[in-house]
């Protein structure tokens, strides 16, 4: 079978490699789309030659796991992986293995594994969100155009920071209440808030602000540093202004210790049934592209996420 495999330099590359041996909790799956993340793609670029990245996939099941748990043979399924998703064939344990329900394209379910459940494990940090407010940076990100469907839905009330007044219309659109552009400035939001949710995906001065516009007793959950891993707080402002929590989440972290990742993303594949949620595809390619898809994503090129297609080993 075929698979991306980094080769030295951070060179992308379509290799033969020996099929995968379910565990037997795994299904045996064959994947047909796969999805992108900023994130997988960074790591990608820096790893060692011989690595086999892919975080989200989604196909059909060519052999259901021995322990006879899981989706049977036949049955359409999203799912994601540490490592390997990017590959014809992946095993991959059931706890972390969702069947698609009729009317949910492949494609668009190979978006919602990593991002879909960051956004929604985030999202749960803030307990009933109904009538708080909720504010999303980077919220025409990955994760950020499913945390505002998902927060909107959930009764909150929701603002948005994006990137260029361009992004206002898209995330008024994901069901932000209010949209404003990440400045220095941030009075626009902040006149909104204070938030007793945020979900903070750009680190760098935006934490900063974020943590500014928190409401005591509330919490900032932290997934991403886009905009750089340090910042700089008045910490007196910030204990002195009552009870308010900074925490991080990475998603595979959550899956190892919290309930199956399958059970969360079940739920998301059943509101993208219902038409309730759905992610913003700009970009389709035969996964031999990589190289470019990647370069594209990295440089912000397109709007939306990027969905590889495993067709034809890739030649």
Partial sequence: ???IVMEAGGVFAVRDVPPPEPKPSEALVRVEAIS??????????????GTRPGWDLAGVVERQAADGSGPAAGTRVAGLLASGAWSELAAVPVRQLAAIPDGVATEQAACLPVAGLTALYALKRGGDLLGKRVLVTGATGGVGHFACQLARQAGARVTAIVRTAGDVPRALGFGAHHAAVMAEDQGEAASLGPFD???????????????GMLAPGG?????????????????????????????????????????????????LLTLAAEGRLAAEIAVRRP?????????????RRHKGKTVLLVQDGGR
């Fill in 36 to 49: 992108l993340n900023r994130g997988e793609a960074t790591r990608a670029l820096s790893a060692r030659a």
């Fill in 287 to 299: 996964w031999a592209e990589m190289p470019a898809a990647a370069a594209d994503l990295l440089a």
């Fill in 197 to 211: 949710l945020i979900v903070e995906s750009v680190g760098g001065p935006s934490l900063a602000r974020s943590l």
């Fill in 219 to 267: 919490i900032c959950v932290v997934f991403g540093v886009t905009g750089g891993p340090e910042t700089t707080i008045d910490a007196r402002a910030f204990y002195m202004s009552g009870s308010r929590t900074v925490t991080g989440l990475a998603v595979f972290e959550e899956i190892k210790s919290g309930e199956p990742a399958a059970r969360g993303l079940s739920l």
């Fill in 1 to 3: 079978m075929q698979a």
